[in-house]
């Protein structure tokens, strides 16, 4: 009797400018307890670079392993092309990526990719899953989306980011038939999952920790820079396209979201402009949870600027 081989998945590390954590990443996807894998590691450093160089010598380290395939950019194309290389030149159904300071835990792949096998959902594109955050040695915080489930469009909206690619397993074909990763500077990860439930597709989850998110300076998911203000009127911009799908309660409901997320960016870079904008809408919406997320917030300045003579029941400035 023959044995059936089991499916195959591919992990995919893009890496730039990361050679001191690279190592753990992959020695993380290469422990997987999971036997049928490779791990395609795209170099995104540019050619000639020491940085190059040292990348090639950490993946020297595990050259006799032959599950690892390496891709060496020809030049530096970004995050998203990156991954788009290492789905490209993967050779199975099943995809995984990791960020190259980030970590799996060894049952990670053994337990992701049941619930594709036994789902007789054709529909069903990508599961994700928990993910604890470190600095240093000790885990700080257990990081965790809600759990959705099928296609959840106006969740994804609202919510912002479902999972990060660290938490993913998708598969190849609903990738290739979306057209991958959106060459964007930021929301690489929102914008794929937005594609993705655009055209049908559907999410599932594994509620178990099965990624580390690990922080060696200062943590990445501060977000307050201008990039990270263009990149999520770009993404907003992306999810108007698609309002048309949503009932007027969910518009209204995404755009108070985003409003919110305006307000804090508009704020930490400076533009009082976008950010009066941005808190006035959020008080003609919701009034009462907004001056609420002020109160538990602290954000004295902002309540001045819609309570010049202080919140209701207060004494004001005089």
């Known amino acids: 009797m023959i044995r059936q081989q089991k499916p195959g998945v591919s992990i995919v590390i893009p890496t730039y400018h990361r050679n001191d954590t690279l190592r753990k990443a992959v020695s993380s996807a290469l422990a997987q307890t999971y036997p049928n894998i490779e791990l395609v590691v795209v170099d995104d450093n540019p050619p000639e670079s020491a940085w190059r160089t040292a990348t090639q010598e950490i993946l020297a380290e ?4 032959p599950r690892l395939r390496v891709v060496e950019n020809e030049k530096n194309l970004g995050g998203a092309l990156s991954r788009n290389a290492g ?14 300071d980030d970590e799996y835990m060894p049952e990670r792949v053994e337990r992701q990719l049941p619930v594709f096998l036994k789902s007789n959902n054709e529909k069903l594109a990508l599961v994700f899953c928990d993910a604890e955050m470190t600095f240093g040695r000790d885990v700080f915080m257990c990081y965790s989306r809600p759990r959705y489930k099928g296609c959840c469009l106006f969740e994804a909206m609202r ?8 938490q993913w397993m998708v598969k190849k074909s609903a990738l290739l038939k979306v057209g991958m990763f959106s060459n964007v500077s930021s929301k ?15 999410v599932d989850y594994v509620p178990e920790v099965l990624s580390r998110y690990c922080f060696y300076s200062m943590p990445r998911i ?12 770009a993404y907003y911009a992306r999810c108007r396209e698609l309002f048309d799908r949503l009932t007027e309660e969910e518009q209204r409901e995404v755009r108070y979201s985003f ?15 976008k950010e009066k904008e941005a808190l006035h809408y959020m008080m003609k919406v919701k009034p009462a949870e907004t ?16 309570f010049p003579n202080g919140l209701p029941g207060e004494p004001g400035r005089g």
């Not at 919510?159 to 660290?166: E, G, I």
């Open 62 to 65: 595990f050259a006799g392993d």
């Open 291 to 306: 001056v609420g997320d002020f109160i538990r917030n602290g954000m004295r300045k902002a309540r001045w600027t819609v």
């Open 87 to 100: 789905i490209l030149a993967s050779s199975n159904e099943y995809i995984a990526f990791l960020d190259d």
């Open 159 to 166: 919510d912002n980011c479902l999972a990060a690619t660290s």
């Open 188 to 202: 690489q990860d929102s914008t794929l999952i937005l594609k993705l439930l655009a055209a049908g597709f559907e």
């Open 222 to 233: 501060s977000g307050l820079s201008l990039k990270n203000y263009r990149a999520e009127k």
């Open 259 to 273: 409003a919110k997320i305006f307000y804090r960016l508009s704020k930490a870079n400076g533009d009082e402009e």
